[in-house]
Each structure stands twice: as structure tokens, then as C-alpha cells.
T-cell receptor, first 119, second 116 residues
Framework: AQSVTQLGSHVSVSEGALVLLRCNYS??????LFWYVQYPNQGLQLLLK??????LVKGINGFEAEFKKSETSFHLTKPSAHMSDAAEYFC?????????????????FGQGTILTVHP | EPEVTQTPSHQVTQMGQEVILRCVPI?????FYWYRQILGQKVEFLVS????????KSEIFDDQFSVERPDGSNFTLKIRSTKLEDSAMYFC??????????????FGPGTRLTVL
């Protein structure tokens, strides 16, 4: 079965600093990976997704993530944090539960990372 | 921009009561989902639904839960007899069903269910 682990439930950065949110996955089949963001009182919004086309994926709001199979990682980065980036970020994986299995869209989420941006 | 909507935003109920959570998916989407997030825990998959049938469900989705698309726009989650442990934020999502594994799922803002 697939799983994701997000290292650090809280990350705090200064405005203008690098944002790095960590996600490691476990999957017995090639994974499809997603980063979602949740602003207060809103639903989850897709930031970016890895669908095996390119290992470096660019998303909205200046975020990007790199798929590294050797490290089973899909870390989210942004070169310069803005105050508006303060939110909760979720990494998720989709894939069949085993080779040849079928999954009808089920996403498995990490526990989330709350990003705080200080002035 | 089209969005998924959910009502109510907050539902308070007594243990043992039935609740129905409502969702309006994006109009041209064909796959629908329910997820939930217990406070302080991960977002968990409950069920996926396509062509008026459940496609996949988790072990959480037992006989107390049911889903329905009663008309062309609404998608509902019913909990027949609520338990304290059903207290959570419930998210509805929808996707186009072009290629399930990589389709973007669009999420609603959630319904916070509190069972007393």
C-alpha cells in the first residue's frame, strides 16, 4: 500500500527565505504524487503534481517539487517566502495498491505541515 | 472558476442521529469522493463514486455510511447513526475522470461535523 510521510508538522520561515517542506513516499508501484495547500476556512487546492512526465514539477504561486526516486522523496520548495504562503500543506500519493491492482482515484495523504511566515 | 461547494459548513448532532452532508461537485466532473480529517490526524479517503456506483471504499466506510447522487448536481454522504468518533471535517472532491491516477481532484471547503 502507498503512504507518505511529511517531516515536520510545523515549519517557520522569515519572509523572503527559502521554503522547504519535506515529503517521502512509500509505494510498490510507480507513484503519482501531489502537493495540496489549505488556507484557513478553504478546501484543499492543488499546488502541483508529478505524473512521471518530468522529475522537476512547477506549480502555482512559485512552488516547485522534485521527484527523486532514489530518495523516495518529493520535497516542495519555494525560493522566497511570502506572507501569503502561510497555510497548511499536504503531500499525497495515488497509485494501485499493488502491481496490477486498480485504484479508483484514492489519494493517500501525509499528516500535513503548517507553514508560518514571519515578517 | 468552477468550485466544489459543501453544505452545511458546520453540523452539530447528537450521538445516534442521522446526518446528511451535501456537496455540489463541479458540473462536468464524473468522479466524486469523500474524505475526512479527524482533528490532528491525516486526511483519510472514505469512498469514490462513479456512474451511480461506489468504485472504491476504505475500511472506515462501513454500513453506517452511504453515498448518493440524488439528482444531477448533488452528491451526499449519509451517516445513519452517528458516533462520537465520527466527529471530523468531511471533504467532498470531484475530478473529470480522464485519467484517474493523475486527474486533479478539486476539493470543497469541508463540513465540520461535531457529534455530542
Amino acid at each position: 500500500a502507498q503512504s507518505v510521510t511529511q517531516l515536520g508538522s510545523h515549519v517557520s520561515v522569515s519572509e523572503g527565505a527559502l521554503v522547504l517542506l519535506r515529503c517521502n513516499y512509500s509505494s510498490s508501484v510507480p507513484p503519482y504524487l501531489f502537493w495540496y495547500v489549505q488556507y484557513p476556512n478553504q478546501g484543499l487546492q492543488l499546488l502541483l503534481k508529478y505524473t512521471s512526465a518530468a522529475t522537476l514539477v512547477k506549480g502555482i504561486n512559485g512552488f516547485e517539487a522534485e521527484f527523486k526516486k532514489s530518495e523516495t522523496s518529493f520535497h516542495l520548495t519555494k525560493p522566497s517566502a511570502h506572507m501569503s504562503d502561510a497555510a497548511e500543506y499536504f503531500c499525497a500519493v495515488h497509485g494501485a495498491s499493488n502491481a496490477g491492482g486498480t485504484s479508483y482515484g484514492k489519494l493517500t495523504f501525509g499528516q500535513g505541515t503548517i507553514l508560518t511566515v514571519h515578517p | 472558476e468552477p468550485e466544489v461547494t459543501q453544505t452545511p459548513s458546520h453540523q452539530v448532532t447528537q450521538m445516534g442521529q442521522e446526518v446528511i452532508l451535501r456537496c455540489v461537485p463541479i458540473s462536468n466532473h464524473l468522479y466524486f469522493y469523500w474524505y475526512r480529517q479527524i482533528l490532528g490526524q491525516k486526511v483519510e479517503f472514505l469512498v469514490s463514486f462513479y456512474n451511480n456506483e461506489i468504485s472504491e471504499k476504505s475500511e472506515i466506510f462501513d454500513d453506517q455510511f452511504s453515498v448518493e447522487r440524488p439528482d444531477g448536481s448533488n452528491f451526499t454522504l449519509k451517516i445513519r447513526s452517528t458516533k462520537l468518533e465520527d466527529s471530523a471535517m468531511y471533504f467532498c472532491a470531484s475530478s473529470e475522470a480522464v485519467r484517474l491516477a493523475t486527474d486533479t481532484q478539486y476539493f470543497g471547503p469541508g463540513t465540520r461535523l461535531t457529534v455530542l
